[in-house]
């Protein structure tokens, strides 16, 4: 097991939210790591990637009653920026 040394206020800090949640340090810690650094997962390869993406595009596909036959998304650049560059000026 690994060792870390964090300053005294932190661990009181650590401790006291450990207590208030019935838990270890150790426990307290180890939920938020996983939460705030998951694990790093390797890229998908060949089949496993396209049945992935199908999977998705199936997904996508159940989805497109919610909107009319002619909807567009408008992703363009000035649509997603355009309220902050205003917001700027």
């Not at 939920?31 to 199936?58: C, N, T, Y």
Request: hydrophobic share 35%; glycine share 2%.
């Amino acid at each position: 097991m690994a060792t870390v040394t964090i300053p005294d206020t932190v661990y009181r800090r650590l401790n006291d939210r450990a207590t208030a949640l019935s838990l270890s340090v150790e426990e307290l810690l180890s939920h938020v790591v996983e939460q705030a650094i998951p694990p790093i997962s390797k890229p998908l390869q060949g089949e496993e990637w396209k049945r992935e993406f199908d999977r998705w595009m199936s997904d996508i596909e159940s989805r497109k009653h919610r909107y009319p036959a002619d909807f567009v998304v408008d992703d363009s650049r000035a649509s997603i920026y355009d309220e902050r560059i205003n917001a700027q000026r």
